[in-house]
């Protein structure tokens, strides 16, 4: 298999590059702007995308959405922007008021990685890496990190985490894909199922933060493959406050996901070794670009990590010791179904 790098914009005086690559059937684009999935789409069909993304990095940017981005060094929020450690205390940018939301504004997404390209037969593997220091993002300790996307013959997109910090620190980094497989992004998800490996969900406030509880309702087990807009706006699981999902789900079993549509042909196959996944419906999407408007509900992020917040709440460990190496690992496997 093979890559090809494509020119794709600029940021911030430098080039920014889309790598592509195909399969027997589909097409994978990526960006070594925020190490991101950028489209994937049916091989002789690029406006069957099921991928939320922009044309433009001023689009990226301005719709604040951190579509198909590596967002870190903590993934999620944390409240208001403190965190003990060590009986040390931190405090990061506020840059989504009063809490500080995926890594800040100079977070993993925004960031340009140098990318090396590794060709394989029945495979291509992207290594984008970069350095995150204390002084940029105000988390403790400078962090070497490595994201690798690597795309086979069967369509699975694997994403894997390589990092070791200079000194203690926390680090909790996703993938913020949005899925779409209805292939048109003026169709709201309500048609989609999903089904996860698991039954309990973290509760959240108004701000999406976990309060501590770990629920189990009917309305939000999907355990078996249920519709998706069974969850919306039902009462007591909280997707009145937050508008749709915005929710933890705890994963047990083989820690796997399913989301699909009856009436298309691809589907997604998902599994990781993160103890959560935040499914997340675009409920604050409102951007418009020259062609088309860009609204609430319109995708679905599937965000494997740890429980966001997790250095408060302490429902997950994301400690990482100095010098001590980490790894993480998800995988996505795009089905065609006939």
Not at 111 to 134: C, G, Q, R, W
Not at 183 to 207: A, P, R, V
Not at 217 to 231: A, Q, R, V
């Amino acid at each position: 298999m093979k890559c090809n790098k494509l020119y794709f914009d600029a940021y911030q005086g430098k080039e920014v590059h889309r790598y592509i690559i195909t399969t027997n059937d589909l097409v994978f684009e990526f960006l070594d702007f925020g190490a991101r999935i950028h489209k994937i789409y049916q091989k002789l069909s690029p406006q069957s995308n099921i991928v939320l993304s922009f044309n433009s990095i001023q689009s990226y940017l301005e719709s604040a959405t951190y579509a198909g981005a590596t967002t870190g060094r903590v993934a999620g929020r944390i409240k208001n922007g403190t965190f003990n450690l060590n009986d040390k205390q931190y405090h990061l940018d506020i840059n989504n008021p009063p809490h500080h939301l995926h890594g800040g504004e100079k977070g993993m997404d925004k960031m340009i990685y140098k990318t090396d390209i590794i060709n394989n037969e029945n495979s291509v593997a992207l290594n984008f890496t970069a350095t995150l220091y204390e002084e940029d993002d105000y988390y403790p300790g400078n962090i070497d990190v490595t994201i690798r996307h690597t795309v086979d013959i069967n369509n699975t997109w694997t994403i894997e985490y390589f990092a070791k910090s200079s000194e203690d620190t926390i680090f909790n980094p996703t993938n913020h894909v949005y899925f779409n497989l209805n292939q048109n992004f003026e169709q709201k998800i309500y048609n989609h199922e999903l089904k996860i490996s698991g039954s309990k969900y973290c509760e959240i406030d108004s701000n999406g933060l976990p309060t501590g509880n770990i629920l189990k309702k009917e309305t939000f087990n999907f355990n078996k493959k249920k519709d998706l807009i069974k969850g919306f706006m039902c009462e007591g699981n909280g997707s009145k406050i937050v508008g749709g999902y915005d929710h933890p789900f705890l994963l047990d079993g083989g820690k796997k996901l399913e989301l699909s549509v009856p009436s298309q042909n691809l589907a997604i196959e998902a599994d990781t070794d993160r103890d959560c996944v935040i499914i997340y419906t675009a409920n604050g999407l409102d951007y418009q670009t020259e062609s088309f408007h860009y609204q609430p509900h319109c995708a679905v992020a599937i965000e494997f990590q740890q429980i966001p917040d997790a250095i408060n709440n302490q429902l997950s460990n994301i400690v990482l010791k100095k010098d001590e190496p980490f790894y993480s690992k998800s995988r996505y496997t795009i089905k065609r179904r006939e």
